[in-house]
């Protein structure tokens, strides 16, 4: 199982799903988007998996840095080119399994199960 967590480095939630990961003995590859940036593809994969909404980080402090116009009325398509020109602005962190949008945001139990699951379908053991 290839393991792939998007976020930013530095972000409380993403050391906490680090740290889970470490606790698991679960092996994963990292991506910095603050740093490599998220190509548009992957940011349209993930809006059709779970809603650009969902997406969309609106509590820090790089969207109430974004002016007003440009925060009233999105779309997909102007969020998705916001989150491509602000990768702070994407939630985090983002798990791709096998190459396929798993998980979004950090949650123990929900990471367990899915992981579980995940590891179910694959045919080995949990």
Not at 44 to 59: C, H, S, V, Y
Not at 77 to 104: F, H, K, Q, T, Y
């Amino acid at each position: 199982m290839q393991i792939t967590v998007y976020g930013i480095k530095n972000c409380d939630t993403m050391k906490k799903a680090f740290a889970w990961l470490n606790e698991q003995g679960m092996a994963y590859q990292f991506h910095d988007y603050k740093k490599s940036g998220v190509p548009t593809a992957l940011l349209a994969q993930w809006a059709a998996r779970w809603g650009w909404e969902a997406l969309l980080k609106k509590t820090g402090t790089t969207w109430r840095k974004i002016p007003e116009t440009e925060r009233l009325d999105l779309d997909e398509a102007r969020a998705l080119l916001l989150l491509n020109a602000c990768p702070s602005l994407i939630r985090r962190p983002i798990v791709m399994i096998d190459g396929e949008a798993a998980l979004a945001g950090f949650a123990a139990d929900g990471w367990m199960q899915a992981l579980r699951q995940r590891t179910q379908e694959s045919g080995n053991p949990s």
